[in-house]
């Protein structure tokens, strides 16, 4: 008969494991979807100032 280890079964290092790699996995799924608000936050702050200069020029025209 084997002796018992004091160390973690199997199931428990895998599940361990898995949940390490999920939350990589998040961590880089949020990363990108920050990122990607971000750039389109900028995106629209660039044609809100052009969609303003085109008014105002529109307005100045007029």
């Known amino acids: 008969m084997p002796r018992k280890s004091n160390f973690m079964p199997k199931n428990e290092i895998c599940e361990i494991a898995i949940g390490i790699v999920l939350g990589f996995a998040a961590a880089k799924v949020l990363e990108l979807a920050f990122t990607l608000a971000a750039f389109i936050l900028i995106l629209?702050?660039?044609?809100v100032i052009e969609l303003a200069q085109y008014v105002g020029r529109a307005l100045g025209a007029w």
């Not at 629209?44 to 044609?47: D, H, S, V």
């Open 44 to 47: 629209a702050a660039y044609g």
